[in-house]
């Protein structure tokens, strides 16, 4: 055992004793004996907390650049994907000219309350619009779009996929 190790021992081992002192050693201390014994208690759990609170705030930095770099992982996928989808949306576009939307039937979404001409809404169920997807981009559009509008002129085949115009 080296004498770092040995004189680190040696102040763990007078830390422990200091803590819990045999009730007769305290008494038989004078005032001034006890006083200095409290302070060196006190500094000992100084020290001691001090190391504590610097351990806590190393594992809440950690804690914290861990979650950055989750985060920022996150948002990196985020982002590749909707890169991948924009370049296969536009893949699609450029090589079929028209997207080649969900077959036999197009989902109906709610567009919101329906109005009246002051803007107040109106009793009654909401506004509905049709919407299909691209199978191939997963490209998404409501009726009225030029793509839906375009779809909805195709024929279908009995097997549910769109025929070439």
Known sequence: MSDAD?????????????????????????????????????????????ELVAESIRKAMRATEVAHQKKEESEKAEWQKESAWKEAHERCESTTRSHILCEPF????????????????????????????????????TEGSRQFDTKR???????GVAASE
């Open 6 to 50: 040995r004189s680190q021992t040696d102040a763990q081992t007078d830390a422990e004793h200091l803590r819990t002192p045999n009730r007769g050693y305290l008494l038989s201390l004078d005032d001034e004996a006890r006083e200095q014994y409290l302070a060196e208690l006190d500094r000992l759990d100084r020290e001691q907390g001090n």
């Open 106 to 141: 197009p989902a109906l979404v709610d567009e919101g309350p329906q109005m009246d001409e002051d803007g107040v809404p109106r009793f009654g169920p909401p506004k509905r619009k049709m919407q299909c997807v691209c199978t191939r981009c997963g490209a998404t559009f």
């Open 153 to 159: 002129r195709r024929s279908v085949s009995p097997a």
